[in-house]
T-cell receptor, first 111, second 111 residues
Framework: NAGVTQTPKFQVLKTGQSMTLQCAQDMNHNSMYWYRQDPGMGLRLIYYSASEGTTDKGEVPNGYNVSRLNKREFSLRLESAAPSQTSVYFC??????????FGAGTRLSVL | SQQGEEDPQALSIQEGENATMNCSYKTSINNLQWYRQNSGRGLVHLILIRSNEREKHSGRLRVTLDTSKKSSSLLITASRAADTASYFCATGPTGGFKTIFGAGTRLFVKA
């Protein structure tokens, strides 16, 4: 039982490059989330998807786009990466009790 | 802005001692959750307490909730070196969907 799988684990980008972070869950959860975590801080919600076919902005959506491809997969895209987007990105999913299950994270550096 | 704020920001104790972390929040909630994050890993759910509950236990964990003071505490009894991690409270607002995480308490348990 893999839970929540994120790829890649590490990525280095140059300013202006684009990339997509992939996330998949195998728990049949309706809701999925993307967070970023900066040093010494908690998680800030970027986007979430309450159910397949819907997405909504979180606290810090600027510079990001998302796609809920199907019930299992929720991707996060950086169209033009900036140094301020250097962070650790976590994907999570949740079921009826809203307990969230997290992936291992993607460590992104933008130079 | 973050809903939950943990106190203290960091805590260092000896193995066998108890560790207490506090969380304050601002708006009414449906539930409050505590998560643990080991260094370099994703968050792991520990315990959920509903707004109509005052205390909950799980193994060596004890969580209290005081909705009149908008605060919660997490007690880890007989701490172990393996408890070294960051601990986050997360609140599920009444009528809302998004779970909001605090900045966390970093716990270091010395062997």
């Amino acid at each position: 039982n893999a839970g929540v799988t994120q790829t890649p684990k590490f990525q280095v980008l140059k300013t202006g490059q684009s990339m997509t972070l992939q996330c998949a869950q195998d728990m049949n959860h309706n809701s999925m989330y993307w967070y970023r975590q900066d040093p010494g801080m908690g998680l800030r919600l970027i986007y979430y998807s309450a159910s397949e076919g819907t997405t909504d902005k979180g606290e810090v959506p600027n510079g990001y786009n998302v796609s809920r491809l199907n019930k299992r997969e929720f991707s996060l895209r950086l169209e033009s990466a900036a140094p301020s987007q250097t962070s650790v990105y976590f994907c999570a999913s949740s079921g009826p009790k809203n307990i969230q299950y997290f992936g291992a994270g993607t460590r992104l550096s933008v130079l | 802005s973050q809903q939950g704020e943990e106190d203290p920001q960091a805590l260092s104790i000896q193995e066998g001692e108890n560790a207490t972390m506090n969380c304050s929040y601002k708006t009414s909630i449906n539930n409050l959750q505590w998560y643990r994050q080991n260094s370099g890993r994703g968050l792991v759910h520990l315990i959920l307490i509903r707004s109509n509950e005052r205390e909950k236990h799980s193994g060596r964990l004890r969580v209290t909730l005081d909705t009149s003071k908008k605060s919660s505490s997490l007690l880890i009894t007989a701490s172990r070196a393996a408890d070294t991690a960051s601990y986050f409270c997360a609140t599920g607002p009444t009528g809302g969907f998004k779970t909001i995480f605090g900045a966390g308490t970093r716990l270091f348990v010395k062997a």
